[in-house]
C-alpha cells in the first residue's frame, strides 16, 4: 500500500505524540495556505475544537481527508454539516476521533453488537490531555449538555444530573454530571432508534462551582489518569440486558493511540463523507489494535448477587 503524508495542525500533547508516533507526518500551521497542504493526503486537526470546523471545510474544500479530534457538540454538528462537501469532493471528514469521544464511542458499538435491541448509551468520562483539552474540559460543566431521548435533543443544564459512575480500576467511583460534551451527538447517528443517550464528566464540588470562570492556574501540560466508562442497555433474547466496559490511562496518550489506529483504519477503507469513528470502523479489529498500543480495555463481566 502506497504512504501517506500525514499533516498535524495543533502542537499540544497529542499533536507531538503523533509527530513522533505516525510515520510520513509533517507539522502544519494553523494559518496555512493552500500550498502547504499541496503533499498531504490526510491532515488531523488536534487543535483547539473550536477552530476545527473552518480548518476542516478550508482542507476539505482543497481535497483533502481529514480526522478532527473536536470534544464539544457545538463543533462536532459543524463538522458533520461538512458532510455534502466531503462527499462532493471524494473524501472522508472524520470527527471524534481521540479518546472521548473516540474509543468512548467505539466501545459502545462493541456492546451493542453483542444485543439484539439497544435502547439505552450511556457515557462518562474522567481526566484530560493538553492544555486544550483541560479548557474544554473545565467549560463543559457551565454549558448545557444534550440528551439524545426517543429521536429528539433535550437540553440538561450544565453540574445537573449527579450520578455515581464506577470506573475501572484504580479510579473506582466518582460523581459524574451532565456537561456539553459530544458522544451523544456521534452516537445517536448510528444509534437512531435508542431511547436515549447521554454523557457525563467526573467533577467535584470546586469543579462545580468554578465551572463559570476561567481556570483558576494554567492547565499541565499533559493531564493525569483518566478514564472512560460506557454502559449499554437492551434486550437479548427478549430479556434486558446491561453491558459494561471502559478503560483507564493517561488521556493524551490513549488519544494519540486512537488517532494513530483511525489513520491506518481509514488509509485502509477509505470512506467517503463526515462520518462518527464508530461508524467508519469495525469495533472488535479496532479494539484489538488500540490494545496493542498499550490501552487497557476492560469490560465487566459479573451476575446478579442477592
Known amino acids: 500500500m502506497n504512504k ?38 490526510l491532515l488531523v486537526l488536534a487543535n483547539e475544537a473550536r477552530n476545527q470546523p473552518a480548518i476542516a471545510g478550508m482542507a476539505v474544500a482543497e481535497g483533502k481527508n481529514v480526522i478532527a479530534t473536536a470534544d464539544n457538540p457545538e463543533s462536532t454538528f459543524e463538522l458533520l454539516r461538512l458532510d455534502s462537501l466531503a462527499k462532493d469532493r471524494g473524501v472522508f471528514l472524520l470527527v471524534g476521533a481521540v479518546y ?18 439497544v435502547q439505552e448509551i450511556h457515557i462518562a468520562r474522567m481526566g484530560t490531555g493538553g492544555p486544550a483539552c483541560a479548557k474544554n474540559y473545565h467549560r463543559s460543566l457551565s454549558r448545557p449538555g444534550l440528551e439524545y431521548v426517543a429521536g429528539h435533543w433535550q437540553k440538561k443544564a450544565g453540574g445537573s444530573g449527579r450520578e455515581l459512575c464506577w470506573f475501572p480500576e484504580p479510579i473506582g467511583g466518582a460523581d459524574c454530571y ?3 460534551l459530544a458522544e451523544p451527538v456521534l452516537l445517536a447517528r448510528k444509534f437512531k432508534d435508542a431511547r ?11 469543579d462545580r462551582i468554578t ?12 493531564g493525569g489518569l483518566g478514564g472512560i466508562r460506557v454502559e449499554v442497555r437492551g434486550l437479548k433474547a427478549s430479556q434486558p440486558e446491561t453491558l459494561v466496559a471502559g478503560s483507564v490511562g493517561l488521556p493524551a496518550m490513549a488519544a494519540s ?9 481509514t488509509k485502509a477503507a477509505k470512506p467517503v463523507g463526515a462520518i462518527g469513528l464508530a461508524e467508519a470502523v469495525d469495533s472488535e479489529s479496532f479494539l484489538a489494535e488500540v490494545a496493542t498500543q498499550g490501552i487497557a480495555i476492560s469490560e465487566f463481566k459479573g451476575s446478579l448477587a442477592f
Request: aromatic residues 4%; hydrophobic residues 45%.
Open 257 to 265: 493511540a486512537v488517532l494513530t489506529v483511525a489513520i491506518s483504519k
Open 178 to 180: 451532565m456537561g456539553a
Open 196 to 206: 436515549r443517550i447521554t454523557a457525563k464528566r467526573a467533577a467535584t464540588r470546586r
Open 100 to 117: 472521548s469521544p473516540g474509543l468512548s464511542c467505539v466501545l459502545a458499538s462493541h456492546l451493542a453488537n453483542q444485543l439484539d435491541k
Open 4 to 41: 501517506q503524508t500525514v499533516g498535524i495542525i495543533g502542537a499540544g500533547a497529542i499533536g507531538r505524540r503523533l509527530l513522533r508516533q505516525v510515520p510520513e507526518t509533517k507539522y502544519i500551521p494553523s494559518n496555512f495556505s493552500s500550498g502547504d497542504l499541496a503533499d498531504i493526503d
Open 211 to 222: 465551572a463559570p470562570f476561567p481556570m483558576l492556574r494554567a492547565p499541565h501540560i499533559e
